[in-house]
């Protein structure tokens, strides 16, 4: 039974580049989360999607965060251009919202660091 | 925004000790759940509390749902060395339900 499942596991580059994060959610699930993780903020909710369908996008620090998820099984979050505050983990997560809704899966993160 | 304040920070303790963390806030909590994440892994669910004064086992884990809703705690028995990582408590809010607040993480230490 695979989890979520994040690409790539690490990411280094150049400030003022693109990055783009991926995930797939658990099969099943109908709610995806993107979280990003640093030492100083503890776990911090960027954006959640409810069926594909972006819900609250008020945890995105600025403009040069976004995200998509143009389908059930796959998601972005992109910056353009990075600086190099945004390193972080940034980890995807997805659940089950419904009659009986199920906790918060995570997948394994992806390290940004950005120079 | 909701907080959650999650004590102790870190815990040095020698293998075989029992453990106990927990979490407090200001608001009211539908759902208290704790995760454990070990170094370059994403947290991990251990265990689910969905209604006030429940208690739950997992193994050597016990965890409970506050009466007052406000808090919970989660005790591990008998520590060994791979329950060495970062423990996370996160409530899910009555409003927003969906926005899990994730508490700062006890980081848990064993010495053999």
């Known amino acids: 039974d695979a989890g979520v499942i994040q690409s790539p596991r690490h990411e280094v580059t150049e400030m003022g580049q693109e990055v783009t994060l991926r995930c797939k959610p658990i099969s099943g699930h109908n709610s995806l989360f993107w979280y990003r993780q640093t030492m100083m903020r503890g776990l911090e909710l960027l954006i959640y999607f409810n069926n594909n369908v972006p819900i609250d996008d008020s945890g995105m620090p600025e403009d040069r965060f976004s995200a998509k998820m143009p389908n059930a099984s796959f998601s972005t979050l992109k910056i353009q251009p990075s600086e190099p505050r945004d390193s972080a983990v940034y980890f995807c997560?997805?659940?089950?919202?419904?009659?009986?809704?199920?906790?918060?899966?995570f997948g394994n993160g992806t390290r940004l660091t950005v120079t | 925004g909701q907080q959650l304040n999650q004590s102790p920070q870190s815990m040095f303790i020698q293998e075989g000790e029992d453990v106990s963390m927990n979490c407090t806030s200001s608001s009211i909590f539908n759902t208290w759940l704790w995760y454990k994440q070990d170094p370059g892994e994403g947290p991990v669910l251990l265990i689910a509390?969905?209604?006030?004064?429940e208690l739950t086992s997992n193994g050597r884990l016990t965890a409970q749902f506050g009466i007052t809703r406000k808090d919970s705690f989660l005790n591990i028995s008998a520590s060994i060395p791979s329950d060495v990582g970062i423990y996370f408590c996160?409530?899910?809010?009555?409003?927003?339900?969906?926005?899990?607040?994730f508490g700062q993480g006890t980081r848990l230490t064993i010495n053999p």
């Open positions: 509390l969905y209604k006030a004064g």
């Open positions: 997560a997805s659940s089950w919202r419904g009659t009986g809704d199920s906790p918060l899966h």
């Open positions: 996160a409530g899910q809010p009555i409003q927003g339900a969906q926005k899990l607040v």
